[in-house]
């Protein structure tokens, strides 16, 4: 079965500084790999997804996400954070065929900004 | 603009209480999911729906029921609510299935007493 890996529970970042937020993903064929946001009460946005072609995948809000195969990783970048996206953020993987029709889910980075 | 609605938002009720959580979507999918999601915890799939009449259950072992009698509307029932039952439960829905990603609606928060 796939699995999801979000090493960082909080990161903390100031506004205007650089971020990256980490995703680790265990399964043997080529994934198709998710970011979502999610505010405070709210439900899941998507940000940005990466199903097959270039590996560096632009999303909505000014992030990215590069696709490394040999390091199984799918990690988030944004190069200047705003106030708005404290948020928690979550990685997932979803697969065709076989099982439940799902996608899996990360535990989530809760991302706080600083002043 | 939510084209997937969640109805309560915010729900407190006592032990045993039979609830119904409502999800209503205007965007024609066929496939529907039901998530909950735990405090700090990732989401896990309760139950997905194909189509009309068509249910099955997800990776995570639930209590709750779903139906999907209309294309539009997939709400989830709880017989008889528990303190364990306390959680967040997200909705979504998709036109290519769940490997290609989802719409969510806002999410149920449910707090049983």
């Known amino acids: 079965a796939q699995s999801v890996t979000q090493p960082d529970i909080h990161i903390t970042v100031s506004e205007g500084a650089s971020l990256e937020l980490r995703c680790n993903y265990s399964y043997g064929a080529t994934p198709y790999l998710f970011w979502y946001v999610q505010s405070p009460g709210q439900g899941l946005q998507l940000l940005l997804k990466y199903f097959s072609g270039d590996t560096l995948v632009q999303g909505i809000k000014g992030f990215e996400a590069e696709f490394k195969r040999s390091q199984s990783s799918f990690n988030l970048r944004k190069p200047s954070v705003h106030w708005s996206d404290a948020a928690e953020y979550f990685c997932a993987v979803g697969y065709s065929g076989g099982g439940a029709d799902g996608l899996t889910f990360g535990k989530g980075t809760h991302l706080i900004i600083q002043p | 603009e939510a084209d997937i609605y969640q109805t309560p938002r915010y729900l407190v009720i006592g032990t045993g209480k039979k609830i119904t959580l409502e999800c209503s979507q205007t965007?024609?999918?066929?496939?529907m999911y039901w998530y909950q999601q735990d405090p700090g915890m990732e989401l896990h799939l309760i139950h997905y729906s194909y189509g009309v009449n068509s249910t099955e259950k997800g990776d995570l072992s639930s209590e709750s029921t779903v139906s999907r009698i209309r294309t539009e509307h997939f709400p989830l029932t709880l017989e008889s609510a528990r303190p364990s039952h306390t959680s967040q439960y997200l909705c979504?829905?998709?036109?290519?299935?769940?490997?290609?990603?989802?719409?969510f609606g806002s999410g149920t928060r449910l707090t049983v007493v």
């Open positions: 979504a829905s998709s036109d290519r299935g769940g490997p290609y990603g989802y719409t």
């Open positions: 965007m024609g999918h066929d496939k």
